[in-house]
């Protein structure tokens, strides 16, 4: 029997389900693929041991997207949409997690998602390093397959 080792984090891809040029979603980091459930205390009464803790609804934090700055990209035109004019278009985004033949070894599906902020990193002429844009996007839900 073979050893499982954990793949590496560095090889991944991500696709919009906008029409975006190939180029503009290549992304140095991810981040946000997580999700929490709430939950509400009911206090039984004579009770005075415990609170019980029920389940309530579950609760995804928002996914951040890092890049180096992209000239007349498409995708921050979109984000730019949403910001500045309020016109939202949210799109389903695949975040894969790929082995060294390219194919998935996880696939991320999250739903209906949309800009909420974009930013780019400071200038500091000391520094020999790339400009870097931040997208955040709020979205619904994710779903998660393996290969």
């Known amino acids: 029997m073979k050893p499982y080792y954990p793949p590496p984090g560095f090889h991944f891809s991500v696709s919009f389900g906008l029409p975006f040029p190939n180029n ?22 004579g009770e005075n041991r415990f609170v019980h803790k029920l389940p309530v609804r579950t609760k995804y934090s928002e996914l951040t997207l890092k890049r180096g700055l992209f000239k007349d990209s498409a995708l921050i035109m979109w984000c730019k949409d949403a910001i500045e004019d309020f016109i939202f278009i949210p799109t389903d985004i695949s975040i894969k997690l790929l082995n060294e033949n390219h194919s998935y070894i996880m696939k991320w599906n999250v739903v209906k998602a949309y800009p909420t902020h974009w930013s780019v990193s400071d200038f500091n002429a000391m520094e020999n390093s790339i400009v870097v844009e931040t997208i955040k996007l709020n ?4 779903t998660v397959m393996s290969s």
Not at 24 to 45: A, H, N, P, Y
Not at 139 to 142: G, S, V
């Open 24 to 45: 503009d979603v290549l992304f140095r980091d991810i981040s946000g693929l997580s999700v929490t459930l709430d939950t509400e205390d009911v206090v039984e009464g």
């Open 139 to 142: 979205y619904q839900y994710f």
